[in-house]
């Protein structure tokens, strides 16, 4: 079994930072990339900003320049700095892990039951 699990989460105002953890564990042979998404009430899960093993980053427009995503490759871990919060950035947080089991399993995502970030205006 693989788990992941977020932490770092909370209430914040706007302008603000805060620093999510995630940590994979588990049956993992191999991770490819990791990577947050967030969702709001009402919104479909969208992406936030992933990193693969090679270091390449993808973040999405709304948070370029604000969010900086990095990852621990021996810890199994993957971060996401966020700076300059928004009202609008308020979701829950879900880190995703794209990972092998085994050398003969295919890619599969994997998820964390999320983390809540809430930012007053």
């Known amino acids: 079994q693989v788990q992941l699990v977020e932490s770092g989460g909370g209430l914040v105002q706007a302008g603000g930072s805060l620093r999510l953890s995630c940590v994979a564990s588990?049956?993992?042979?191999?991770?490819?990339?990791m990577g947050w998404y967030r969702q709001a009430p009402g919104t479909q899960r969208e992406l936030v900003a992933t990193v693969t093993t090679g270091g390449r980053t993808n973040y999405a427009d709304s948070v370029k320049g604000r969010f900086t995503i990095s990852r621990d490759d021996v810890k199994k871990m993957v971060y996401l700095q966020m700076n300059s919060l928004k009202p609008e950035d308020t979701a829950v947080y879900y880190c995703?892990?794209?990972?092998?089991?085994?050398?003969?399993?295919?890619?599969?995502?994997?998820w964390g039951k999320g983390t809540q970030v809430t930012v007053s205006s």
């Open positions: 588990g049956s993992i042979f191999s991770i490819v990339a």
């Open positions: 995703n892990g794209r990972l092998r089991t085994n050398f003969y399993s295919s890619l599969n995502d994997y």
